[in-house]
């Protein structure tokens, strides 16, 4: 109906929203693809169009006022791809008042993996500018960053679960007045996949690999093992249900011990077959009676733990594939049979369509 009725929409209802790209890897530069082959649907459904005027990467920062055009901008992305590199001159980011040589009303887009974009992003907040976050280390970090940048216009679906609705479930039901009493999930892809392995039987060395070769891990694969970006979503969530949690409340079990990260990772993914025994026997003390190897995360009660678990085939969180995510609200009007959010939880593409989906949702919001 919405798409039917705006199809009349004249050029003088189109609201024109810059957007600022931090990060221009995998997830931004699909943004920025899924930008440019979503216009003409924004324009009809939504009477809104999206222009780029600003792209920061670890070079620097590049801005054009009116908004970088189509062709400019695709032929950015075709070298950024094949380069590495924007092939524009740009400005160095740190030391400038980067919003105000912005449109009134960017949306700052956070696809970075890093807490150094955390001055950029709170003088937007203080400003009233908007900003969207795949971004999780400013949300999981210092507790003051999360209140500040919370409180404004501000989206971070995709933090928690890619373009899951995890954010939007958790705050609609604390909008409604519901009482969240646990939230458990599985929120890391790579946890899954590892923790099936080892429930069939595989060696955790054997698995480790395995997964890096498919691609599943980050290029170092203890970033996933230690469980910290699975403890960073977790803590989001908490943080949103007004827990008052630094990381270094969160209980995170970690599937290689501290010592192991002395060593490069080729030497860690040789090592780590001398964890096999002592992991196989974990899997098969939390798997006995035919329970799922799960690696969960839970809030409850005012605290926060991520570890493996053996879960109930029979439950939601048991019933999931390997290698999709879920979260399961247990609520006062979802106790009985507990309100669950599933699917891919993960990849540069998916990722990309949830942030840009809340870049829609706050463009809205600011009018």
């Given at each position: ?132 976050l795949a971004n999780k ?5 210092d507790l003051a960053w ?41 929120l890391s892809g790579t ?177």
């Open positions: 109906m919405d798409l039917i009725a705006n199809m009349g929409r004249s050029s003088t209802n189109i609201k024109v929203r810059h957007l600022f790209l931090l990060g221009f890897g995998g997830v931004g530069r699909a943004l920025a693809r899924q930008v440019l082959a979503a216009r003409r649907l924004h324009e009809t459904r939504n009477g809104l169009w999206l222009k780029v005027a600003g792209i920061a990467d670890s070079a620097g920062t590049y801005v054009e006022q009116n908004g970088i055009g189509s062709e400019r901008l695709a032929e950015m992305l075709e070298r950024k791809t094949a380069t590495g590199r924007l092939g524009v001159q740009q400005s160095p980011i740190a030391g400038t008042d980067l919003y105000a040589m912005l449109p009134a009303g960017t949306i700052v887009v956070d696809t970075t993996a890093t807490d150094q974009t955390v001055p950029v992003l709170l003088p937007v907040v203080r400003r009233e500018g908007g900003i969207v280390l400013p949300l999981a970090g999360f209140d500040d940048i919370a409180r404004g216009y501000t989206r971070w679906e995709t933090t928690v679960g890619a373009a899951l609705p995890v954010v939007s479930t958790l705050n609609t039901l604390l909008d409604s007045g519901d009482e969240v009493q646990r939230i458990e999930g599985s946890l899954g996949f590892i923790a099936a392995q080892l429930e069939a039987g595989v060696r955790l060395g054997d698995a480790v690999r395995d997964a890096k070769r498919r691609g599943y891990t980050e290029p170092d694969p203890r970033q996933d093992l230690g469980g910290l970006d699975a403890a960073r979503k977790a803590l989001i969530l908490a943080r949103m249900m007004g827990y008052r949690l630094h990381m270094n409340d969160v209980q995170v079990e970690s599937l290689y011990p501290p010592e192991m990260n002395a060593l490069t990772v080729e030497d860690f993914l040789r090592e780590v077959d001398g964890l096999n025994a002592t992991m196989a026997a974990r899997a098969a003390d939390l798997t006995r009676g035919g329970r799922k190897l799960r690696y969960t995360a839970v809030v409850e009660n005012g605290q926060c733990t991520v570890g493996l678990t053996g879960a109930d085939p029979a439950s939601k969180l048991g019933s999931i594939r390997a290698s999709d995510s879920i979260v399961v609200f247990t609520t006062k009007h979802y106790s009985d049979n507990p309100l669950a959010v599933s699917g891919r939880g993960a990849g540069q593409e998916v990722t990309a369509s949830g942030v840009l989906g809340d870049i829609i949702s706050l463009s809205r919001e600011m009018g």
